[in-house]
């Protein structure tokens, strides 16, 4: 038990004489952590346990763990270059916040469909053009961003391909999130009698132009 | 907390992860977790890349059994995202849970204030019992010095110095959450008895 925490602060920190925490820690047989995905320890094949089943492994007697491989953390980001006549930005060359471009589109699809607001925003939350209501644009960039993310993480987990759009109802509105290409990120609030059909039929012919705009010059 | 009636030592417990941008939350529970992680990310687009090139946009979810006499525990860990413009999905997450961590890095002056802020609106939020996972602690130990300071920790609050990526480390944070946890819990049903 005297290796609980080998980083502890006497006193402060979780006691290591705890009979509640040595409870936790000392209890299990020594069972490797088997079922962990990436680089635990070495599970032995005859280990059969279902994954929910597993004993957890207190592992704090013995040896250190196998190295970690590095951490997402800790990997460098991967080095962009812009143009150079392009000032460097946060878009690396692309159409980078309150490009005109951008703010056209929205006009666009404006002009097509009855609309309350639109966001184009980078996959990553942060708000690239839009024409909304309310001043909120950091929220709703994010919530969009959220929309995509979820929306990826569901599609994949289904062998469904690649994300299209999510669209949430409510008793009167639609918030609608439509895949970008890879980076970005259409939202599109509409009012309750709003035609969806229409809708997706614009938009996603936007959402498309808006990727290869904002996939930058191949 | 369920705790089902026919086995009264087996608790699923309902934990966060939170904290501010790259402290360690999707590392937290990758290096924990039993079953992949569902994790949700994106790349980043803003300077934050020079920390690193992506960032969880909804949330990460991960599973831990831990064992110990008379306890059978399951931790259900959700991670959230570290940026505040998605505190929505802080209090998405943060419904019906049991305690939650709040991770920061020792190595960065600003996710160490960055954490206060959250920590802030966490206790506005919710009563519910927290513990600190102080990440990156071997190489920063004056950080981790100031830390109760900084944070404004009350008198009593635990903080764990941990390296995220090591899982023995870092199941010593959530063990002491989950320790906070079921002593919290004792707490509340004993207060009730009274």
């Given amino acids: 038990m005297d290796r609980l925490n080998p980083f502890a602060r006497p006193g402060r920190i979780l006691s290591p004489t705890s009979p509640s925490a040595s409870a936790y820690a000392s209890a299990s047989p020594p069972s490797p952590a088997a079922a962990l995905p990436g680089p635990a320890p070495e599970a032995p094949q005859d280990h059969v346990s279902p994954p929910a089943q597993v004993v957890e492994d207190q592992a704090l007697t013995t040896a250190p763990a196998a190295p970690e491989a590095p951490a997402p953390l800790a990997s460098a980001p991967e080095p962009v270059a812009a143009p150079a006549d392009v000032a460097p930005s946060p878009t690396h060359g692309r159409p980078g916040p309150d490009d005109p471009r951008l703010h056209e589109a929205i006009r666009e699809l404006r002009n097509e469909i009855d609309l309350v607001g639109v966001m184009i925003a980078t996959s990553d939350g942060l708000a690239l053009a839009y024409d909304l209501p309310s001043d909120d644009s950091l929220r709703i960039a994010a919530m969009a961003a959220t929309g995509l993310g979820l929306g990826r993480r569901l599609v994949d987990s289904f062998g469904h391909e690649s994300f299209q759009e999510q669209v949430t109802r409510g008793s009167d509105g639609y918030f609608v999130v439509y895949s970008a290409g890879r980076d970005a990120v259409l939202a599109v609030i509409a009012p309750a009698s709003c035609n969806l059909g229409m809708l997706h039929h614009q938009a996603r012919r936007l959402a498309t132009r808006l990727g290869a705009l904002l996939a930058g010059p191949s | ?194």
């Fill in chain 2, 1 to 194: 907390m369920q705790t089902p009636a026919s086995a009264a030592e087996s608790v699923t417990v309902k934990l966060l992860v939170t904290g501010p941008f790259s402290a360690g939350k999707t590392t937290l529970i990758s290096a924990l977790s039993e079953i992949p992680v569902v994790a949700t990310e994106a790349a980043v687009s803003d300077h934050t890349i020079v920390t690193k090139a992506n960032t969880t946009v909804t949330m990460d979810f991960g599973k831990l059994t831990v064992e110990g006499e008379g306890l059978h525990a399951e931790l259900l860990m959700f991670g959230t995202p570290g940026q505040d413009r998605f505190s929505f999905m802080w209090d998405v997450l943060a419904k019906g849970m049991d305690g939650y961590v709040l991770m920061v890095d020792l190595s960065s002056r600003e996710s160490v204030e960055e954490a206060g802020k959250i920590l802030r609106y966490f206790r506005e939020m919710s009563g519910a019992p927290f513990v600190v996972g102080a990440n990156r602690a071997l190489d920063n130990p004056d950080a981790l010095e100031s830390l109760d300071t900084d944070l404004a920790l009350q008198p009593g609050a635990v903080v764990v110095p941990c390296e995220a990526t090591d899982r023995d480390s870092a199941k010593q944070v959530v063990l002491a959450l989950l320790l906070e946890v079921l002593t919290f819990v004792e707490d509340e049903a004993s207060v009730g008895a009274e």
